[in-house]
């Protein structure tokens, strides 16, 4: 048997560092959102082992989230194979976390496939066994991310809009902006963090105030260490593109609109180099996503490349 998912992008709409843990990892607070931009994963039963292949070969070795994620769902089934095959279209080191959706994209769709049973809490925690945004994938949707990224707080509201979405080709390795960061900053804690009221599940008008008034704590590293990102972040504000700002670690860059013709139109006014791309996509709203599109979502919009 076989079957198709998609594993969407997501963007920060903030993020806020503040500071290390004990055990090494930085303590986030931070607003996820998916996109439509995706991935597609094929997912085949076979008698047994991980049989795993890429639309980008460099991206195609045993260490891949999505191959590891394969095992780690065989392992739980206590025995069985599947022949994996990813598109990729989500760019790696942007800051989109695609590999992480990946990942989680592979356990909820051999949940389905083989008929495990397991529940989204366990998916979620098998997730945290490979990276820290994978359990939010588990979820999808929109959700308030707290801890290393493992504690999830769903958002019954999600916004309702489009965005634009730049990458300006360049690719930057996470540990290396948080270690930026730290330099920066000294590693200390920079805030208190958010007042819990302030993102609540039903209070749509506290969730838009802090995307309004928060922003992205790395991005400045970042654009220090890939001053790409300024310019891809200037290119959309000359575009129209209120909020510009940078998702995750960088280095894509994004804003968001009310609808797609205003989003469209920034697009078109867009002034970037050839080599950079940029998406108009929609914020997919749908949080049992589970790593496939929405009822009714026009699959069209799953990582088209306006140009």
């Known amino acids: 048997m076989r079957i198709t998912v998609f594993a969407p992008a997501k963007l920060n709409l903030y993020l806020k560092v503040l500071g290390r843990r004990p055990d090494g990892f930085h303590a986030l607070d931070s607003l996820f959102h998916v996109i439509g931009l995706a991935d597609t994963l094929t997912i085949e039963e076979r008698p047994a082992g991980v049989d795993f292949s890429c639309s980008n070969p460099a991206l195609a070795g045993p260490d891949n989230l999505a191959a590891r994620a394969a095992a780690i769902m065989i392992r739980e089934a206590g025995g069985g194979g599947v022949r994996l095959h990813l598109d990729k279209r989500i760019p790696a080191g942007a800051g989109l976390g695609g590999g992480s959706s990946d ?153 968001i609109t009310a609808d797609h013709a205003s989003a469209a139109a920034i697009g078109q006014r867009l002034q970037v180099p050839d080599r950079w791309r940029v998406w108009v996509v929609p914020l997919v709203c749908d949080p049992a996503l589970s790593g496939e599109p929405t009822a009714g979502q026009a699959c069209d919009h799953w990582g088209v490349d306006k140009r």
């Not at 999808?140 to 509201?157: H, K």
């Not at 930057?172 to 200390?188: N, Y």
């Not at 008034?213 to 001053?227: I, K, T, V």
């Open 103 to 255: 990942a989680a994209a592979v356990l909820t769709g051999l949940n389905r496939l083989w008929r495990l049973g397991l529940a989204p809490e366990r998916l979620a925690a098998l997730g945290a066994e490979l990276g820290s945004d994978v359990p939010f994938f588990v979820y999808g949707g929109c959700a308030r991310v707290t801890g290393r990224g493992e504690v999830i707080q769903p958002l019954t509201d999600p916004l309702d809009g489009w965005c634009v979405l730049i990458h300006p080709g360049c690719h930057l390795d996470t540990g290396r902006v948080f270690r930026a960061w730290a330099a920066e900053t000294g590693g200390h804690v920079l805030t208190e963090g958010l007042p819990e009221p302030i993102i609540t599940t039903a209070d749509a008008t506290c969730r838009d105030r802090a995307w309004a008034e928060l922003g992205n704590d790395l991005q400045g590293a970042a654009c220090r260490l890939a001053p790409e990102i300024g310019l891809a972040l200037d290119a959309l504000r000359k575009a129209g593109g209120a909020r510009a700002r940078m998702s995750g670690s960088g280095s894509a860059v994004f804003c």
